[in-house]
């Protein structure tokens, strides 16, 4: 496996929570007016792996793992079982690899999941869905039939469809989608960690690419300058090309400018969370508080008919206090006028979009945390 695939050593989605016991029954009978399925939409590193895996372990769900990702264009199913979790990862200990979920839709001795292109893995922020949306629509509506024809639920972990996520609420509105959020200074640092610590810069060269390829649309450009980003100077040719050109990029990019790129990402999603989700997963609150845990799990229950274990969530905002020590090669001092500016920007936003208050007023506290826990960082 590559870098680029996210699952190689060191290079797979945060976490650092306990391990997955061996699947548990759900006994809730779906009611009418509930989701027919959830979407997760999640960023790197934002602990979504760990989400997802409180749902695979519940008998009556089928959940796949990040339906866009580039190694399902060229999947075998001789090559599931070496996909598992690597001790660099974070990810909890699964009892099956990643992957072992699409084994049905690949046809014996060729490579690649039925339905799949190698174009659904870059994320694109256009207001109205692109000349690839059917395709796309169709693979997932695919795997979802299959899957309810077996009387199973469909759980989805995403990793690349938040700027999309307007089009999967209008494509598949009998589908609960939810949002994981993470504060942007915990999610940034644990991408940063792999890349000063293993050399691994696929999460830090994930935003230059994902914004270079979209900057063309109005509100991409709009949240590049706001946030100061220097892009990669390379030219936008080829997908894999530019991919390649941003991670060497990255290799020496100033800590402060992968700080504003991440952060211009995580905007983005955010204002799209705000506008589409059905329901927003706090890490930050999940980790610390067991009453908001059991909320939650009550929340799922009464939209989807499904009960899955949000407890054992670590405190993954005092894990970033505790690892502050150990981010090299940036200065959090020079990163409070980048969230301010970010903050303002997110503030100007209210009234101007469908977005719900509650949500916009959660995003701000995301980056009011991610001011107080970046002051810490020094050289």
């Known amino acids: 496996m590559t870098q680029q695939s996210g699952i190689a050593p060191g290079a797979a989605g945060d976490n650092g929570h306990t391990s997955i016991k061996p699947a548990v029954q759900d006994a809730v009978v779906q009611e009418k007016g509930q989701s027919r399925g959830i979407f997760l939409h999640t960023g790197w590193r ?15 769900v089928t959940a796949f793992y990040e339906p866009l990702h580039p190694i399902l264009g060229d999947l075998r199913a001789a090559d599931i079982p070496a996909l598992e979790p690597t001790w660099t990862s974070g990810h909890p200990t699964l009892s099956a690899p990643y992957f072992t979920e699409y084994r049905p839709f690949i046809q014996d001795n060729l490579h690649g999941v039925t339905g799949y292109r190698k174009s659904f893995s870059t994320d694109r922020f256009g207001p109205v869905p692109d000349t ?25 972990k995403f990793c690349r469809s938040l700027g999309r996520l307007t089009w999967f609420k209008g494509a598949f509105p009998e589908v609960m989608h939810a949002v994981v959020l993470r504060n942007p200074a915990s999610q940034f640092a644990s991408g940063w960690l792999l890349h000063q610590q293993w050399s691994n810069p696929f999460f830090v060269a994930a935003p230059f690419r994902v914004l270079g390829l979209n900057q063309a649309e109005p509100i991409v450009r ?9 892009l990669s100077p390379a030219p936008v040719t080829a997908i894999d090309e530019y991919a390649a050109a941003c991670e060497q990029y990255v290799r020496t990019v100033e800590g402060d400018n992968a700080y504003r790129a991440f952060l211009a990402l995580w905007i983005l ?20 508080s067991p009453e908001y845990a059991s909320e939650l799990r009550a929340q799922v229950r ?27 090669g940036i200065d959090g001092r020079l990163l409070r006028p980048i969230n301010a500016s970010a903050l303002n920007f997110i503030a100007s936003q209210k009234g101007s979009t469908r977005s719900r208050t509650d949500f916009i007023e959660i995003i701000k506290e995301k980056l009011a945390l991610a001011s107080e826990l970046s002051e810490q960082w020094r050289y």
């Open 46 to 60: 934002s602990a979504g792996t760990w989400v997802w895996s409180r749902f695979r372990v519940l008998q009556t």
């Open 222 to 230: 709009q949240v590049i300058d706001i946030c100061g980003v220097r």
């Open 269 to 288: 999603c955010a204002l799209r969370s705000a506008d589409d989700a059905d329901l927003l997963i706090d890490l930050d609150r999940l980790g610390q």
């Open 132 to 156: 690839g949306f059917p395709a796309l629509q169709a693979y997932l509506k695919n795997l979802c039939d299959q899957t309810t024809n077996q009387g199973k639920t469909p759980v989805f």
């Open 302 to 328: 009464a939209q989807a008919g499904i009960t899955p274990g949000f407890n054992g969530a670590r405190d993954l905002v005092a894990e970033t206090r505790r690892n502050a020590a150990r981010m090299k």
